[in-house]
């Protein structure tokens, strides 16, 4: 027998915590209950710990190839994936100025016609006959800001929910949205058409967002975003709502004093807290902002560390796991991004940037072509390196490549710092769960 690859292990108290990211089994063994699964292991005998340990995918066979099982399995889970994962961006206009936007520097006056609707639709209709397995055509309405180009919005839900009644697909609608414009009449329109996901950021208390998150003339955004977001969950409109609070070195400090705010909200267990780290861009203004303000990788962990031990304390719910990548829209089958430009892309962040256009929906037939940045021999250097967080991060983020090295296809690997960060989080996750169940 041998320790899977995907085995994080961490030393705390005299206790060994045990985390398996490949199946997400979860065990603490006291240090001798370790030595003597290490002495079973070399002797080939068993106990009970060792069993358990088997059972959980912990222990494998010595033959066992782990890469070619997970490469295999992660083929297959692609190859059968039955969602259509398309963004479409109405518009790239915003009404925000965010000094750190990261689609800063691109072209912000492109806006979708009614023509372009009926393109794309008749594009995603050929997609859906050349796919009869698709099930779920799961649309996200993105920016810029998708409130900025609206009234285009409600001729292309009912265009596409025609288009999915006719190959017999279910329309599935997301939105994200600064939520500034999210009215209630939009939000009650967004109802038919099996809305499940909206995204919204808010920096902070009111003070600190609206000086990060402002209107193009500089009015606060804070109480309106607010207002509409309490119009979703007093009408129980959406189950949950994805809260991003994005931190630099200027608003970092008065995180938790919002985190504090937002627990004491009524709806405080519908909302999924993401702290969002602010990335550098290309040159922009937005790129000379975050020289100034953004963290290294060793500061940032521990502000996520500490920022996640406040949140979970007060009873918030945050993902107890952080990566810079994962299997996302630029790595899958069935994903596509559509910018009102004419270009579609794979990775939302490099929309409106030369170097992420993979075709022209506007003037090319079957114009999606299972275009993907997914390069399984990219793995190779991840196994190379027997990192455990390769199911979480999936040789990591193509557009942080691009930032990095110019190359979208080299792994900007952080394997050591999240390694660390992700021991931390796991103890974190236990001792919590530990103190709810006395």
Same mark, same amino acid.
């Given at each position: 027998?041998?320790?899977?690859?995907?085995?994080?292990?961490?030393?705390?108290?005299?206790?060994?915590?045990?985390?398996?990211?490949?199946?997400?089994?979860?065990?603490?063994?006291?240090?001798?209950?370790?030595?003597?699964?290490?002495?079973?292991?070399?002797?080939?005998?068993?106990?009970?710990?060792?069993?358990?340990?088997?059972?959980?995918?912990?222990?494998?066979?010595?033959?066992?190839?782990?890469?070619?099982?997970?490469?295999?399995?992660?083929?297959?889970?692609?190859?059968?994936?039955?969602?259509?994962?398309?963004?479409?961006?109405?518009?790239?206009?915003?009404?925000?100025?965010?000094?750190?936007?990261?689609?800063?520097? =691109?072209?912000?006056?492109?806006? &979708?016609?009614? !023509?372009?609707? @009926?393109?794309?639709?008749?594009?995603?209709? +050929?997609? /859906? %006959?050349?796919?009869?397995?698709?099930?779920?055509?799961?649309?996200?309405?993105?920016?810029?800001?998708?409130?900025?180009?609206?009234?285009?919005?409600?001729?292309?839900?009912?265009?596409?929910?025609?288009?999915?009644?006719?190959?017999?697909?279910?329309?599935?609608?997301?939105?994200?949205?600064?939520?500034?414009?999210?009215?209630?009449?939009?939000?009650?329109?967004?109802?038919?058409?099996?809305?499940?996901?909206?995204?919204?950021?808010?920096?902070?208390?009111?003070?600190?967002?609206?000086?990060?998150?402002?209107?193009?003339?500089?009015?606060?955004?804070?109480?309106?975003?607010?207002?509409?977001?309490?119009?979703?969950?007093?009408?129980? =409109?959406?189950?949950?709502?994805? &809260?991003?609070? !994005?931190?630099? @070195?200027?608003?970092?400090?008065?995180?938790? +004093?919002? /985190? %504090?705010?937002?627990?004491?909200?009524?709806?405080?267990?519908?909302?999924?807290?993401?702290?969002?780290?602010?990335?550098?861009?290309?040159?922009?203004?937005?790129?000379?902002?975050?020289?100034?303000?953004?963290?290294?990788?060793?500061?940032?962990?521990?502000?996520?560390?500490?920022?996640?031990?406040?949140?979970?304390?007060?009873?918030?719910?945050?993902?107890?796991?952080?990566?810079?990548?994962?299997?996302?829209?630029?790595?899958?089958?069935?994903?596509?991004?559509?910018?009102?430009?004419?270009?579609?892309?794979?990775?939302?962040?490099?929309?409106?940037?030369?170097?992420?256009?993979?075709?022209?929906?506007?003037?090319?037939?079957?114009?999606?072509?299972?275009?993907?940045? &997914?390069?399984?021999?990219?793995?190779?250097?991840?196994?190379?390196?027997?990192?455990?967080?390769?199911?979480?991060?999936?040789?990591?983020?193509?557009?942080?490549?691009?930032?990095?090295?110019?190359?979208?296809?080299?792994?900007?690997?952080?394997?050591?710092?999240?390694?660390?960060?992700?021991?931390?989080?796991?103890?974190?996750?236990?001792?919590?769960?530990?103190?709810?169940?006395?």
């Amino acid at each position: 027998m041998k320790w899977t690859i995907f085995k994080i292990e961490d030393y705390k108290y005299n206790s060994i915590l045990l985390l398996n990211t490949f199946n997400e089994a979860l065990i603490e063994l006291s240090e001798e209950e370790k030595e003597d699964v290490e002495e079973s292991i070399k002797n080939n005998t068993s106990n009970e710990n060792l069993k358990v340990l088997v059972n959980e995918g912990f222990l494998v066979d010595d033959n066992l190839d782990e890469k070619e099982i997970f490469i295999d399995n992660l083929k297959t889970e692609i190859n059968n994936d039955y969602n259509f994962i398309l963004h479409i961006l109405p518009t790239t206009a915003c009404n925000f100025k965010c000094s750190y936007c990261y689609q800063d520097g =691109i072209e912000r006056q492109h806006f &979708l016609s009614v !023509n372009d609707i @009926k393109i794309i639709g008749e594009e995603i209709n +050929l997609y /859906l %006959k050349k796919y009869v397995n698709i099930r779920n055509l799961k649309l996200i309405i993105h920016g810029g800001e998708p409130t900025m180009n609206w009234k285009i919005v409600p001729f292309m839900m009912n265009y596409l929910q025609h288009i999915c009644n006719n190959n017999n697909v279910k329309l599935m609608t997301s939105i994200v949205s600064n939520g500034y414009e999210l009215t209630s009449e939009k939000i009650e329109f967004l109802k038919f058409f099996d809305w499940y996901r909206f995204q919204v950021t808010l920096d902070g208390i009111k003070e600190v967002h609206d000086s990060r998150r402002m209107l193009k003339n500089g009015a606060g955004t804070f109480d309106r975003i607010i207002q509409n977001i309490e119009y979703i969950m007093k009408n129980d =409109i959406l189950d949950k709502i994805d &809260l991003r609070i !994005n931190y630099d @070195k200027s608003n970092y400090d008065q995180v938790p +004093l919002f /985190l %504090k705010y937002l627990s004491n909200k009524d709806y405080r267990k519908k909302l999924n807290i993401s702290l969002g780290y602010i990335t550098q861009t290309v040159n922009s203004n937005a790129h000379e902002y975050m020289k100034k303000e953004q963290f290294n990788t060793k500061e940032q962990i521990n502000c996520h560390y500490e920022l996640y031990s406040i949140a979970t304390s007060l009873g918030l719910n945050v993902s107890d796991k952080f990566v810079y990548g994962s299997l996302c829209t630029s790595k899958l089958k069935h994903s596509y991004i559509i910018s009102p430009d004419g270009f579609l892309h794979k990775c939302l962040s490099m929309v409106g940037r030369d170097k992420g256009i993979v075709d022209n929906w506007r003037n090319n037939k079957n114009c999606f072509n299972n275009y993907s940045m &997914l390069k399984y021999k990219l793995y190779d250097k991840c196994f190379e390196k027997n990192c455990p967080l390769i199911p979480y991060c999936h040789t990591d983020c193509r557009f942080d490549s691009l930032i990095k090295y110019n190359d979208v296809y080299k792994v900007f690997c952080r394997k050591d710092e999240l390694l660390e960060l992700n021991k931390r989080l796991m103890r974190k996750k236990y001792e919590n769960e530990c103190r709810k169940s006395k």
